[in-house]
C-alpha cells in the first residue's frame, strides 16, 4: 500500500501539469483604505510585512504579521503634506526613503531611515533645494540605487530651451555624501531626449541620449553618456544602427560580468513593423563596444500569438517588460503585447506610452540573478475620470533567449488575452524568481470569473502551467503586476474587495 502511494506521488512530480499547493493569507482590511488610496509594498522585514500608504496628504507605514493582522500604523508626521513624489530602497532590517516637495518657490529633497517597527533610525537629512525662477520654471528630482543598494544616486534635472542642467549626488547606503557633480548639456529639445540614469555597484552613472528622425516616435542616432566615481569627465560612446530605427532602449547593468547590455526594438523604415531586436554589450571599464547584433524574429513566433491575422504586425505592440540576466553573460528578453484603444470613436496608437520595466525580483541562489529598482507597476487610484472612455489590453507574452554572443537561442510564448476599461490595476503580469523557474501570475477570465493563473519558465524555454490559484474567500480581485516578491516562495499582491484595498500573502 505504502509502496503504491509512493508510485502515485511520483507519477504526479513527474507530470507536465504539475499540482502545487499556494496558501493565501488576506490582511485585515481598514475602512479608510479605500480605492483612491496611493500605496506601495516596501517587503518583508524580519516578519513585519511595511506597506506605505498615502491618503488626503495623511503619510503612513502600515506593518502586518505573519497572518496579516495589523500590528501599528505609523504616522510619518517628519514628510510634508505637499510631498508630491516619494521613493524606497529596502535592506533587510531598514530601509530609506527619498521624498521631495515645493513650498513658496523653493524645492526640496529630504530623506529619512528607518527599521522594520517603522522607527527612524537618526534623523531626517536635507539632501537638495533648488530656487525656481533663474534657470527654469521646472525642476525634477529622481532616485535610484545600484544593485548592492551600496550606491545611491539623486540626480535633479532643469531644463530650458536647448539647455539641460543635469546635477548628479552619490551616497553610500547611510546617506553620507561621495560624490557630487554638475553638467550643463546642449540638445534640440524638439528631437533630442535623455534616458533616465542609472547606477552600477561601481558607482559609475550611465544614460543615453537619443535623436528622433522627422517622425517623433522613430530614433535614429543613440549615444550613451557615462561619469565615472569622483570623476568630473563625461564619457560618451556612440552606438551604429546599421541604418535601422529603433525605440527607447533599454539599459539594464550586468555587474557580475562588468557589462551595460542595450536592447531595444528596431525597425527598417518610418510606419514599419518590428523586425526584430537590436543588442549591444558596453565595457563597463572603458565604455567601448564589446559586441552588438540584430536579431530578426522568426515568422513561426508570429504565427504562435493571439489574434494576429496579420503576421507583418505581429510585434508592433510589444513592449520590453524585463531582462533577466544570466551569470555566463546570457540573457533573457521578457515582451508583453500592450496597446490601449478607445472605446467609442477612432483608435489611437499609442505602442510608446508604457515603456519601463516594471517588475521587482528577489535575489536568490540560482542560475539566473535578477534586480531592478522598484519599477514593478503603478496603482492608478479610481477617482481619475480621464481613462473612463480607455479600453487597455495586455496579451501575450514571448520570452527569447540569448547566450553570451548574443545569438537567440530559443522562445517561448505563454497566450493570453486581457482588456479592462478604465484601469489597468488588473491586467499584465507578476514574475517571481523561484531559482529554477520563473514564475507568470496573471488574471484570465473563466465564466466571467477572474482566475489567477501561474505559469513557470524553465531554463530550457518549457512553460509549465501549474494550478490556478483558489481562494477561500469570494470578492477578491488581484492586481498581480502590482505585486512584489517578499520572499523565496513567497509574494503580496494588492486586491480589491468591495470598495477597498487589501493585501494577500500567497505562500508557494
Known amino acids: 500500500m505504502k509502496a503504491g502511494r509512493f508510485i502515485v506521488a511520483l507519477i504526479c512530480m513527474c507530470s507536465s501539469a504539475v499540482v502545487k499547493a499556494q496558501n493565501i493569507t488576506y490582511s485585515e482590511i481598514e475602512k479608510a483604505d479605500g480605492r483612491n488610496l496611493n500605496f506601495e509594498i516596501l517587503g518583508n522585514f524580519s516578519g513585519n510585512y511595511l506597506v506605505y500608504k498615502n491618503l488626503n496628504k495623511r503619510q503612513d507605514i502600515t506593518i502586518y504579521n505573519n497572518d496579516m493582522t495589523i500590528k501599528d500604523n505609523i504616522k510619518l508626521d517628519f514628510i510634508s503634506d505637499k510631498t508630491n513624489n516619494i521613493d524606497f530602497v529596502t535592506y533587510p532590517n531598514a530601509f530609506i526613503m527619498v521624498w521631495q516637495f515645493q513650498k513658496g518657490n523653493v524645492f526640496y529633497c529630504k530623506a529619512a531611515k528607518m527599521d522594520g517597527n517603522g522607527q527612524l533610525i537618526g534623523t531626517v537629512q536635507d539632501l537638495d533645494t533648488t530656487k525656481l525662477g533663474f534657470f527654469s520654471n521646472s525642476v525634477y528630482y529622481h532616485f535610484t540605487w545600484s544593485e548592492d543598494k551600496k550606491k545611491l544616486l539623486l540626480y535633479k534635472t532643469q531644463n530650458k530651451n536647448d539647455d539641460f542642467n543635469l546635477t548628479t549626488k552619490v551616497y553610500n547606503d547611510q546617506l553620507i555624501l561621495l ?14 531626449d535623455f534616458g533616465e540614469l542609472q547606477i552600477d555597484n561601481a558607482g559609475n552613472i550611465i544614460f543615453f541620449k537619443v535623436k528622433e528622425n522627422a517622425r517623433e516616435e522613430y530614433i535614429n542616432t543613440l549615444a550613451l553618456h557615462f561619469k565615472k566615481l569622483y570623476n568630473d569627465t563625461l564619457f560618451t560612446t556612440a552606438i551604429p544602427l546599421d541604418d535601422r530605427l529603433i525605440q527607447e532602449p533599454n539599459i539594464k547593468i550586468d555587474n557580475l560580468n562588468a557589462h551595460y547590455v542595450i536592447n531595444t526594438f528596431l525597425y527598417k523604415k518610418n510606419n514599419g513593423n518590428v523586425e526584430g531586436l537590436f543588442t549591444a554589450v558596453i565595457n563597463q571599464s572603458n565604455f567601448t563596444i564589446e559586441n552588438k547584433a540584430i536579431n530578426i524574429f522568426d515568422d513561426s513566433v508570429r504565427s504562435k500569438l493571439s489574434g494576429k491575422p496579420d503576421w507583418r504586425s505581429a510585434f508592433d505592440d510589444f513592449q520590453l517588460r524585463n531582462i533577466i540576466l544570466r551569470k555566463d553573460g546570457g540573457f533573457i528578453a521578457i515582451t508583453e503585447e500592450y496597446y490601449r484603444r478607445r472605446r467609442f470613436g477612432s483608435g489611437f496608437d499609442d505602442r510608446y506610452y508604457y515603456r519601463n520595466p516594471y517588475n521587482q525580483f528577489y535575489a536568490s541562489p540560482s542560475d539566473y540573478y535578477l534586480y531592478n529598482r522598484g519599477y514593478y507597476g503603478y496603482y492608478r487610484p479610481y477617482n481619475d475620470g480621464s481613462n473612463r472612455d480607455i ?61 489567477l493563473s501561474c505559469q513557470a519558465l524553465q531554463a530550457d524555454g518549457t512553460i509549465i502551467r501549474y494550478a490556478t490559484l483558489k481562494s477561500r474567500e469570494n470578492g477578491y480581485n488581484f492586481m498581480p503586476r502590482l505585486a512584489r516578491q517578499t520572499g523565496y516562495r513567497q509574494m503580496i499582491v494588492p486586491c480589491t474587495v468591495r470598495n477597498n484595498i487589501a493585501f494577500a500573502k500567497i505562500d508557494f
Do not use: C, H, P
Request: charged share 20%; proline share 0%; net charge neutral.
Open 391 to 451: 479600453i487597455y489590453n495586455y496579451n501575450d507574452v514571448i520570452n527569447f533567449s540569448f547566450n553570451k554572443n548574443l545569438q537567440m537561442q530559443w522562445n517561448s510564448i505563454i497566450n493570453k488575452t486581457t482588456s479592462d476599461v478604465e484601469t489597468d490595476n488588473f491586467l499584465s503580469f507578476a514574475n517571481m524568481n523561484a531559482g529554477a523557474e520563473i514564475y507568470f501570475l496573471f488574471l484570465q477570465k473563466d465564466n466571467n470569473r477572474q482566475i
Open 179 to 192: 560624490d557630487s557633480s554638475r553638467k550643463l548639456l546642449s540638445y534640440n529639445n524638439r528631437r533630442e
